[in-house]
């Protein structure tokens, strides 16, 4: 199964990712913010353009919010 990426709500995702694309199978405990899950995901070996590709398909907005959370850290 490739990366699966839902938004639950406007700031937050569930995913799920399962070997090719990640090291092991993997979902989400509970709904996250998407730099969270981003850095998640990573950390699980998938890979960076998979990831960004997944988050698309659930938020064609997400770019935008990856900036606006960076400028609030």
């Known amino acids: 199964m490739p990366i699966k990426v839902v938004k639950v709500t406007q700031a937050l995702y569930i ?3 399962t070997p090719p694309h990640s090291t ?3 979902s989400t405990a509970q709904p ?3 730099h969270q899950l981003c850095e998640q995901l990573l950390n ?3 890979h960076q ?3 960004a590709d997944a ?3 659930a938020d064609r907005q997400w770019e935008e919010k990856m900036i606006e ?3 609030n850290r």
Do not use: H, K, L, T
């Open 24 to 26: 092991a199978p993997w």
């Open 69 to 71: 959370e960076r400028r």
């Open 44 to 46: 699980r070996g998938c």
């Open 55 to 57: 988050v698309d398909s």
């Open 32 to 34: 996250m913010r998407f």
């Open 49 to 51: 353009i998979d990831v």
């Open 15 to 17: 995913a799920e990712a």
